[in-house]
């Protein structure tokens, strides 16, 4: 019985990840990079896999500089490739190790088409449609799909966005 109630105890890094990602979205984003960063300072690079991969993911939203977009998400999907489904399962509400990928690969190819990197773009955008079959047939899963399809319509043949307005596909969040 205390196993199961220490499972489903709220986990204080989750809460606290969340409330500066509620920060951010309320569009202060220079404070949300700072907490993200004393965050990152008590989590250390060695971490709970879960929590660096949540907290790179959002934290990578954060950023100005498409470089250090690319970073963030870089170390999102390295903590991910730690993470098993049993770290998972003891967050509620969270997804299989497998659904992550799709929205982290997403991810990493909008970040290199703003880099001009058509080559890795359309490598990450490969490997965020292969991993789509993970996904659930629910609303998540719908705009991660979604989302992968418009980035491979603006990409054009030659690996370059077609036309001059062209803006990435929006981030996708677990």
């Known amino acids: 019985m205390a196993e199961r109630q220490e499972q489903t105890a709220p986990d204080a890094v989750m809460s606290r990840i969340g ?16 907490r993200f960063l004393d965050l990152w300072a008590e989590i250390g690079e060695d971490g709970d896999p879960l929590h660096r991969c949540t907290l790179a993911h959002y934290m990578a ?16 999907l390295t903590a991910a490739e730690e993470l098993t489904d049993d770290r998972l399962a003891e967050h509620e509400g969270t ?45 998540y899963g719908d705009g991660v799909r979604a989302a992968i399809s418009r980035l491979e319509l603006r990409l054009g043949d030659d690996g370059t966005p077609d036309g001059d307005g062209w803006t990435p596909a929006p981030r996708q969040h677990p």
């Open 95 to 139: 997804l299989a190790v497998r659904a992550l990928y799709p929205s982290l690969h997403l991810n990493l190819a909008a970040d290199y088409v703003k880099l001009d990197r058509a080559g890795a773009a359309r490598t990450h955008l490969r490997r965020a449609r292969t991993a789509a079959g993970a996904l659930a047939d629910d609303s």
């Open 61 to 76: 939203d954060a950023q100005d500089d498409p470089s250090d977009e690319l970073a963030w998400d870089l170390r999102a």
């Open 19 to 34: 409330q500066v990602v509620m920060l951010h979205h309320a569009g202060d984003r220079e404070e949300a990079r700072h």
